[in-house]
């Protein structure tokens, strides 16, 4: 199952979801656009196609309660969702391995905000407090370290989607498929615009 076949079928369910978890439509918006990226990067390791809804809820919901925890909301949001399978595979591990290489390529403060918060689990208030640094600081850096981090993968990959948010297509940019230090390949299963074949977030 390719990812334009995922969105396809899921992204308004998907968007529903957040919109009963989240108040902000932006929120829900930002959100939504994590959770596409996530699946764009984890897709080669779903190996059961009859389990793609609770592996893609699954990502949404741990996408979720990571927005509750940095922001400081205190939610019941763990056991409110019981549709999907408990003992689905640990989905931050998978995801962590496609999205610390592009991770790696940011300035050093950067690439450390991020592979401890999103990586590590660490509460952004905890690392401000750590670090000696206000939360308004801390999260502005945090901020602008995600900016900084979609910019390398949309060096990568550009990708199309409409006004509806329906994903349309990848443009993969000159980089010979290479995207990132350890020959990443910069996502699975999207057709490419330039030559109608399909990457895979593997090592070449």
């Not at 390791?45 to 205190?74: C, E, M």
């Not at 496609?98 to 990586?119: H, R």
């Not at 945090?142 to 948010?165: M, P, S, T, W």
Request: net charge neutral; aromatic share 8%; glycine share 4%.
């Amino acid at each position: 199952m390719t990812i334009e076949q995922v969105w396809a079928q899921y992204r308004q369910s998907l968007k529903a979801f957040l919109h009963t978890k989240v108040a902000s439509p932006n929120d829900v918006d930002d959100l939504l656009q994590d959770v596409l990226l996530k699946t764009h990067l984890a897709i080669e390791n779903l190996h059961k196609p009859t389990s793609v809804k609770a592996w893609l809820f699954q990502i949404a919901h741990n996408t979720v309660i990571d927005y509750y925890r940095k922001n400081g909301i205190h939610s019941n949001a763990q056991q409110e969702i019981t549709w999907y399978n408990e003992a689905e595979r640990n989905i931050k591990k998978e995801l962590a391995q496609c999205i610390k290489p592009f991770i790696q390529q940011l300035p050093e403060q950067s690439a450390y905000l991020l592979e401890v918060i999103e990586l590590e689990g660490k509460s952004q208030k905890q690392l401000a407090d750590e670090m000696g640094l206000s939360y308004s600081t801390l999260k502005s850096q945090v901020q602008k370290a995600r900016k900084e981090l979609h910019g390398v993968f949309n060096a990568c990959c550009q990708y199309d989607i409409d006004k509806h948010g329906n994903l349309i297509e990848y443009h993969q940019q000159a980089t010979k498929g290479k995207c990132s230090p350890n020959h990443m390949d910069c996502t699975p299963g999207v057709r490419k615009k330039s030559d109608d074949k399909y990457a895979h977030c593997s090592k070449g």
